[in-house]
């Protein structure tokens, strides 16, 4: 139903920004739920941010609260991660999801996704 695409990563360092984008297909992305999870070399996949479908809700990991906005624009299919003072913990692979849960909540369980992106490299230099 909603299929991910992320562009937007890249090399910065350390207090710097990134925006990511997430661009969809389906004909049902106003209806769906969006999230941003990230994975680092050797670590678990972790939760980082999600939105719900009227962007009433949202979600945000300790970790990234205050620095991290997430946001989408329905009429574009497109969800976004605004990333500000960066730090080289932030530093892995951020994909893009969908769910195919109803309700206009911010889900922050991978249990609730189903349809993931390919990534996009974020590298934050210390």
């Known amino acids: 139903q909603v299929q991910p695409v992320e562009s937007g990563g890249g090399v910065v360092h350390t207090g710097d920004s990134l925006r990511l984008s997430c661009i969809t297909r389906g004909r049902a992305f106003n209806l769906a739920a969006m999230a941003w999870f990230r994975q680092a070399p050797g670590r678990e996949r972790e939760f980082v941010a999600s939105i719900s479908p009227s962007s009433t809700h949202t979600s945000y990991a300790d970790s990234v609260k205050g620095r991290f906005t997430v946001s989408r624009d329905n009429a574009k299919n497109s969800a976004y991660l605004q990333m500000n003072n960066l730090k080289p913990e932030d530093t892995a692979e951020y994909y893009c999801?969908?769910?195919?849960?109803?309700?206009?909540?911010?889900?922050?369980?991978?249990?609730?996704?189903?349809?993931w992106g390919q990534g996009t490299q974020v590298t934050v230099s210390s």
């Open positions: 999801v969908g769910s195919a849960k109803g309700g206009d909540r911010a889900y922050s369980d991978a249990f609730d996704y189903h349809y």
